[in-house]
């Protein structure tokens, strides 16, 4: 018993963490908001070339950061 309320304990941490992760990816400096902002005006939605303009960041990344401050709703 005291196996599975460890693992269940585990279960929230990592839960916790992969929360914390998703925040903070979405987190970018101003000088990559607009390095992003001129490479979509050059490139378009080819977020794997805007990627590699910025180290540590991944295409999911960028396209979900982009999806989230100027994807149009309406």
Do not use: C
Request: net charge negative; aromatic share 8%; charged share 30%.
């Amino acid at each position: 018993m005291a196996d599975s309320e460890h693992s269940s304990s585990d279960e929230n941490s990592v839960d916790t963490q992969v929360v914390i992760s998703k925040e903070s990816e979405l987190e970018f400096s101003e000088d990559e908001e607009a390095l992003i902002i001129r490479m979509y005006n050059l490139v378009g939605e080819r977020w794997s070339l805007i990627a590699g303009r910025i180290p540590g960041r991944t295409a999911e990344e960028i396209e979900k950061y982009w999806n989230s401050r100027y994807s149009t709703s309406e």
